[in-house]
């Protein structure tokens, strides 16, 4: 009953209430991340869980673990660099844990779906009530006086936490709409689904309305029964987006005119400096890529260990807006933090969900077989992907915050791919 409550319970709880800790803080998600990961650790040993290790999965991310704590240990500042690589592994053994879970009992999933439904409508409500009248019912005001961040407060993530859980709530609405005929819960979600989209806008956060947009693309053109419902919620989003720029021109001035500008123009408190020159993204973006190059060039391997730009950038600078505290790409800075071979292994996960999709979409749509995955999977694809997506500005890549999240939906992944091979064994075992 002990090993039931510290291996089970507890586990589930912190992963039921997962969404809540990461709108909290790092603190309480990185906290209950450990504990998941260390719990199921102590329960392998104990009940020889080894099956959930004996997998591509695991094997391959144990060598990126490697890979990082090797680079940490040739670095500059080992110890610094240490604390981000040692305990890395934590987020690759709580994506287990969410498996083993699963396979328990299945039940968790619709606990998960309840946590995830009253995060988004505590955020959609607290942050229209922020837009509107300026706090939100915690007194919070509007970043820079226009931009909605509800809970989060001065840290501008709540469009990011909408959009990567997005696809997970999506996902796992249609794992539990087995009926199809809820008519009041598909209102209620269509509702919650345009307002979420509505709220990235407002958010000010163009990446994530940006990721928003790639996944609701890759729902629809990969769905096989969702496709329809997708589509018209999509549209409902795009509808309301357009009334919102209209209506209220900083929404306007952040995701377009300001855009534009960070492609074209250098300002300087406002003052245009430097003009009809192209940036990647913008100066301050195109100037951290070329000093985290030039890092890279004389790293190539393994780089100067994760979390260390910061530590190492002054002595690449190219020019005033070289150093930050990460080059704000996963793909650069992977390469000038962890070496070539870390790039190769993430940006090789990448090739092989973009593979995948492809033989999935052609499967679909010349009918030569049954397609590869179900759109459950595809929620949780996409999910994956706008995390690993190459082309875009992003957090840090060792960040722990967004790690929690980039894991989470890699879990469910894990535990749904594993039932889908059982119940091929079992139906070839029935025709022999």
Known sequence: MKNHFFFDVIPTW???????????????????????ALSFLVNSKKNNLYKFYNNYYFKFFLIF??????????SNNTLLSLKNSLFYFRFGIFSLCVWYLLEKNEFLIRYLFLSIIICFSCLI?????????????????????????????????????????????????????????NKLTLLSLTIIFIL?????????????????NLSALFMIIMFKEYKTYRFWTYIGSLCLILVILFSFPNAK?????????????????GETVEK????IFSKPHTQMYLTAYNIFLDNKFFGVGPRQFRNECENYRVGEYSCETHPHNTYIELLSEAGIFAFFMVFGVFFIICYLSTKHLLSKLFRRKKEIFNDFEICLLSAVLISLWPFSPSGSFFNNWLSIVYYFPVGLLLWQRSKYRNKIKYEQKDKN
Do not use: W
């Not at 912190?14 to 998941?36: E, K, Q, T």
């Not at 990082?68 to 240990?73: A, D, G, K, N, T």
């Not at 009809?276 to 940036?279: E, Q, S």
């Open 14 to 36: 912190i992963i039921i209430l997962m969404p809540v800790f990461l709108i909290s803080g790092p603190f309480l998600a990185d906290f209950g991340v450990s504990v998941v």
């Open 65 to 74: 673990c490697l890979i990082l704590i090797l680079s940490s240990l040739i």
């Open 125 to 181: 409500i607290d942050g229209y009530i922020q837009y509107i009248f300026g706090k939100n019912i915690f007194g919070h005001p509007l970043f820079n006086e226009y931009r909605v961040s509800s809970f989060f407060g001065s840290e501008l993530i709540l469009g990011s936490y909408l959009a990567r859980f997005f696809p997970i709530l999506f996902g796992l609405f249609i794992f539990l709409d087995n009926s199809k005929k």
């Open 196 to 212: 979420a989209e509505g709220l990235i806008l407002l958010s000010g956060e163009r990446l994530a309305l940006f990721f928003m």
């Open 253 to 269: 001035n952040r995701l377009i005119d300001q855009t534009i500008l960070d492609f074209t123009i250098n300002t300087v408190d």
């Open 276 to 279: 009809h020159k192209f940036y």
